[in-house]
């Protein structure tokens, strides 16, 4: 059965950096567009981030310039670094394989101020 496995997540202050891993199994990350997520307490789910099979990235507006996409072929894995983080960025933040049911646990971020 195809699924993402988390890690990374933990308690920041503003302006440090995070950095997430997605560890795929059963399934090959470098064949599919994959994504970050993120849902904040009380609010609904959003794209962070997405890279392609072809390797081109999308970012939220509301994060370019501060996070970055990546994936390691070699690794099967999805990363996420995350810099200059602000309380706006806690949030639970999901992998995510598109247009599949594919979803990682859930990772909690928490940025103090």
């Known amino acids: 059965q195809a699924q993402f496995v988390e890690s990374g997540g933990g308690l920041v202050q503003s302006g440090g950096s995070l950095r997430l891993s997605c560890k795929a199994s059963?399934?090959?990350?470098?064949?599919?567009?994959v994504a970050w997520y993120r849902q904040p307490l009380g609010k609904e789910r959003e794209m962070v981030a997405s890279?392609?099979?072809?390797?081109?990235?999308e970012y939220a507006a509301s994060v370019k310039g501060r996070f970055t996409i990546s994936r390691d072929k070699t690794l099967n894995s999805l990363y996420l670094q995350m810099n200059n983080l602000t309380p706006e960025d806690t949030a639970v933040y999901y992998c995510?394989?598109?247009?599949?049911?594919?979803w990682g646990q859930g990772t909690q971020v928490t940025v103090s101020s």
């Open positions: 890279i392609s099979f072809l390797g081109d990235t």
């Open positions: 995510h394989v598109l247009q599949t049911q594919v």
């Open positions: 059963e399934f090959t990350i470098g064949h599919y567009t």
